[in-house]
T-cell receptor, first 114, second 115 residues
């Protein structure tokens, strides 16, 4: 489809394992954003990319979280040594650029840490 | 980040009723956004507001940018079952900014519509 695509849609893993979440933005969108949504809560901003660059990583919850983007397109969010409090829905959004334009969200990856 | 407080947390209404929800902040915002999220899906932008006092409609939805720039309201008229979902207000993480980027979200208002 033409929207933001995230995979997997659901991920269940054991505490301590590493996980990789993938986001395919809308073609041509240079800005990409990652958010986390805990059960019954609003969205919490994690990190954004302009092209392949992530100028501000201060929103990442801990040093176990990292993200990268290659080719100005696909982005991966990696969580190392997962903890139970990492369980949440991880949402990705993209926009044509960082300016005053709407963000289009994917349907998220629901991550459950056992 | 900046705190956005939404109320009510949840609403149970009959089909055909009008709905009103609001969002407040201790900081001044230059942009207010309203999103709707259906179960298992990402948020979808409903209305964007850029000027204090601005009143903008999208079908049965109307949103207003409060004159103090510290609040915003969303109204839904003549509700229908497909209005069910979670409604979020949002604004730039840097409250005084105007960019859509790096948004901060309210906690959401859960709307249930009884046929």
């Amino acid at each position: 489809g033409a929207g933001v695509s995230q995979s997997p849609s659901n991920k269940v893993t054991e505490k301590g394992k590493d996980v990789e979440l993938r986001c395919d933005p809308i073609s041509g969108h240079t800005a990409l954003y990652w958010y986390r949504q805990s059960l019954g809560q609003g969205l919490e901003f994690l990190i954004y990319f302009q092209g392949n660059s992530a100028p501000d990583k201060s929103g990442l919850p801990s040093d176990r979280f990292s993200a990268e983007r290659t080719g100005g397109s696909v982005s991966t969010l990696t969580i190392q040594r997962t903890q139970q409090e990492d369980s949440a829905v991880y949402l990705c959004a993209s926009s044509p650029n960082l300016g005053n334009q709407p963000q289009h969200f994917g349907d998220g990856t629901r991550l459950s840490i056992l | 980040g900046q705190q956005l407080n939404q109320s009510p947390q949840s609403m149970f209404i009959q089909e055909g009723e009008d709905v009103s929800m609001n969002c407040t902040s201790s900081s001044i915002f230059n942009t207010w956004l309203w999103y709707k999220q259906d179960p298992g899906e990402g948020p979808v932008l409903l209305i964007a507001l850029y000027k204090a006092g601005e009143l903008t409609s999208n079908g049965r939805l109307t949103a207003q940018f409060g004159i103090t720039r510290k609040d915003s309201f969303l109204n839904i008229s003549a509700s229908i079952p497909s209005d069910v979902g979670i409604y979020f207000c949002a604004g730039p993480l840097n409250a005084g900014g105007t960019s859509y980027g790096k948004l901060t979200f309210g906690q959401g208002t859960i709307l249930t519509v009884h046929p």
